[in-house]
């Protein structure tokens, strides 16, 4: 069945530093990809999507690209703040509309 | 505009008890779902309802668990005889069919 593999956590950086959190899926076909936030005390939010192969999804500086050749849709930022500091989940919806969810990362950035 | 809203934000329960969880959608969704977030089990999909469509029950983990959704808005999850490993933040999304989804805030369930 489909799945969502995503880096475990937590990550931990500094202020200003380059981000990448790897997430790798599985599926029959070319599913839509999403990548999902968390931040503490508050529910899940979508942060960018990409729905097919070489589309690049794109929020508040954070980029993913779908790659179709590597299976994978990783999330990167520039330079982080102390403000990006969530869970960040991949997920990957199913052919019946149900979102796959990787197990979430937990960044954590320092000032 | 008004986002997904879920009721209550918390339920603390005794074993064995029957829970009523329930969701309301962004106005003119027509797919609504309901997702469970665990320490152990991370997110899990329970449920998803279409339109008039029979809902898509493959994720609901036991019989205990059910769901309706009235007048293709209102949904209502209910856990009967609850049991200490339901306890977790039950989520509800809605979406325009094949759209991204939007989520409430979540119910924190607790099983005493």
């Known amino acids: 069945g489909d799945s969502v593999t995503q880096m475990e956590g937590p990550v931990t950086l500094s202020e200003e530093a380059f981000l990448t959190i790897n997430c790798t899926y599985t599926a029959t076909g070319y599913p839509s990809l999403f990548w999902y936030v968390q931040y503490p005390g508050e529910g899940l939010q979508l942060l960018l999507k990409a729905t097919k192969a070489d589309d690049k999804g794109s929020n508040k500086g954070f980029e993913a690209t779908y790659r179709k050749e590597t299976t994978s849709f990783h999330l990167e930022k520039g330079s982080v703040q102390v403000s990006d500091s969530a869970v960040y989940f991949c997920a990957l919806r199913s052919s019946n509309y149900q979102l796959i969810w990787g197990a979430g990362t937990k960044l954590i950035i320092k000032p | 505009g008004a986002g997904v809203s879920q009721s209550p934000s918390n339920k603390v329960t005794e074993k064995g008890k029957d829970v009523e969880l329930r969701c309301d959608p962004i106005?003119?969704?027509?797919?609504l779902y309901w997702y469970r977030q665990s320490l152990g089990q991370g997110l899990e999909f329970l449920i998803y309802f279409q339109g008039n469509s029979a809902p898509d029950k493959s994720g609901l983990p036991s019989d205990r668990f059910s769901a309706e959704r009235t007048g293709g808005s209102v949904s209502t999850l209910t856990i009967q005889r609850t049991q200490q490993e339901d306890s977790a933040v039950y989520l509800c999304a809605s979406s325009f069919i094949d759209r991204e989804q939007f989520f409430g805030p979540g119910t924190r369930l607790t099983v005493l």
């Open positions: 106005s003119g969704h027509t797919a």
